[in-house]
């Protein structure tokens, strides 16, 4: 079964732009989570979906969003990005949330010039 | 509110000898507790996860890890550290209702010498 897959791998943006990054789950899984990893604050959860409808958010601003499609593959977006966005973004899949184990996927890692 | 509390940022150990990683937790529910692993450059890999079971939880790679209420710990273990074990190690909560959110502790940086 492959894994979560994340693309890309790397990116390198300007501030002010914005950026999509993509998250394709274990086949199965309903739950897709995103999180944000950085040197100062750690691993930071973003937001969670499940069947197309966002279940939980995390304490980032409005310039965070995603969406999750009907094969539950889902995307992250960040408008207006800032210096401090650069970060490794991580996406985690489970079948159902809740506290069932998460699968991560290898990471998108975002570059703000 | 749950929150997790890992109490060394480094550890270093010889391979072939015991590894020891602390973590304290903190909730006001009962909680689910997982340990997971994260290589460099990659995403993180579940190694074990307590859900109110058995309070000796064995994982992959020769992990386990130990629920005590009464000290609120999940402290986790190993016999003998191999040079592949070297990475970061989340100790992580999650609470057990319909909110679902995972708390992620700051990481132990695990270093083994030859």
């Known amino acids: 079964k492959a894994g979560v897959t994340q693309t890309p791998r790397y990116l390198i943006k300007t501030r002010g732009q914005q950026v999509t990054l993509s998250c394709s789950p274990i086949?199965?899984?309903?739950?897709v989570s995103w999180y944000q990893q950085t040197p100062g604050q750690g691993l930071q959860f973003l937001f969670e979906?499940?069947?197309?409808?966002?279940?939980n958010k995390g304490n980032f601003p409005g310039r965070f969003s995603g969406r999750q499609f009907s094969n539950s593959r889902s995307e992250m977006n960040v408008s207006t990005l800032e210096l401090g966005d650069s970060a490794l973004y991580l996406c985690?899949?489970?079948?159902?949330?809740?506290?069932?184990?998460?699968?991560f996927g290898d990471g998108t890692r975002l570059s703000i010039l | 509110a749950q929150s997790v509390t890992q109490l060394d940022s480094h550890v270093s150990v010889s391979e072939g000898t015991p590894v020891l990683l602390r973590c304290n937790y903190s909730?006001?529910?009962?909680?689910?507790l997982f340990w997971y692993v994260q290589h460099p450059n990659k995403g993180l890999q579940l190694l074990l996860k307590?859900?109110?079971?058995?309070?000796l939880v064995k994982g992959i790679n020769g992990f386990e890890a130990e629920f005590k209420k009464s000290e609120t710990s999940f402290h986790l273990t190993k016999p003998s550290a191999h040079m592949s074990d070297a990475a970061e190690y989340f100790c992580?909560?999650?609470?057990?209702?319909?909110?679902?959110?995972?708390?992620f502790g700051s990481g132990t940086r695990l270093l083994v010498r030859p």
């Open positions: 985690a899949s489970s079948l159902e949330g809740g506290v069932q184990p998460q699968h």
């Open positions: 086949s199965g899984h309903r739950s």
């Open positions: 979906y499940f069947s197309e409808t966002q279940r």
């Open positions: 909730s006001s529910y009962s909680p689910s």
């Open positions: 307590y859900t109110s079971a058995a309070t």
């Open positions: 992580v909560v999650s609470r057990m209702d319909s909110s679902y959110k995972l708390i």
